[in-house]
């Protein structure tokens, strides 16, 4: 089985503060991604990245930036939290045929 | 916690009746489609996926009919059983990138 893990499920941070999420994947699969999931809006798109170094953006990723130096692993960088960044992320990798396999999440809130 | 599914559309079934649930995509070209299960507080689980090649495949409990024509995508539960209260959420493939296009979902509650 795939298995995709994300470094916390709860996280609280300040506003200004930087933040990171990590996520793991075992299957060493090449193409990754990160998600923002907000009641009414369904899943939209961060960044993702197809091998190491290699990223682009997704739909939203103004105030985000990612970083994949392994290919197992693939970061979420919030610069300077903000408020309108809580939200619960979601990373995915990509599996057979185009199949994405998520992780648990992480629910952040900035205050 | 805010929940994800606060603004979604609800089904309600009762324990061991079939439930249906329905997605318009959106896009025409679209050649792969993905039904996917997400309990509170959990990342979206993959239940079973369609090419565009087929118009139906069966899973164990589960079945997804697709059809091209009016571009809509279904997902029949059979035996509905409390576990599968959910939300289930559909994800199409436009055939030119690995990027998935997801819809908001279905909220399924299944009541004894």
């Known amino acids: 089985d795939v298995k995709v893990t994300q470094s916390s499920r709860y996280l609280v941070k300040r506003t200004g503060e930087k933040v990171f999420l990590e996520c793991v994947q075992d299957?060493?699969?090449?193409?990754m991604f990160w998600y923002r999931q907000d009641p009414g809006l369904g899943l939209r798109l961060i960044y993702f990245?197809?091998?190491?170094?290699?990223?682009e953006k997704g739909d939203i990723p103004e105030g985000y930036s990612v970083s994949r130096e392994k290919k197992e692993r693939f970061s979420l960088i919030l610069e300077s939290a903000s408020t309108n960044q809580t939200s619960m992320y979601l990373c995915?990798?990509?599996?057979?045929?185009?199949?994405?396999?998520f992780g648990p999440g992480t629910r952040l809130t900035v205050t | 916690g805010e929940s994800v599914g606060l603004h979604l559309p609800t089904l309600s079934v009762q324990e061991g009746d079939n439930s249906i649930i329905n997605c318009a995509y959106s896009?025409?070209?679209?050649?792969?489609f993905i039904w996917y299960k997400q309990e509170s507080g959990k990342g979206p689980q993959f239940i079973i996926d369609?090419?565009?090649?087929?118009d139906k495949r069966q899973g164990q409990r589960v079945t997804v009919l697709l059809n091209k024509t009016v571009k809509h995508l279904s997902l029949q539960i059979a035996a509905t059983q409390p576990g599968d209260s959910a939300v289930y959420f559909c994800?199409?493939?436009?055939?030119?990138?690995?990027?998935?296009?997801f819809g908001t979902g279905t909220r399924l509650q299944v009541f004894p």
């Open positions: 994800a199409e493939n436009p055939g030119d990138t690995d990027k998935l296009i």
């Open positions: 896009n025409s070209a679209s050649d792969y």
């Open positions: 990245s197809y091998d190491v170094k290699m990223k």
């Open positions: 299957m060493d699969h090449e193409n």
């Open positions: 369609i090419r565009s090649n087929m």
């Open positions: 995915a990798s990509l599996g057979q045929g185009l199949a994405q396999y």
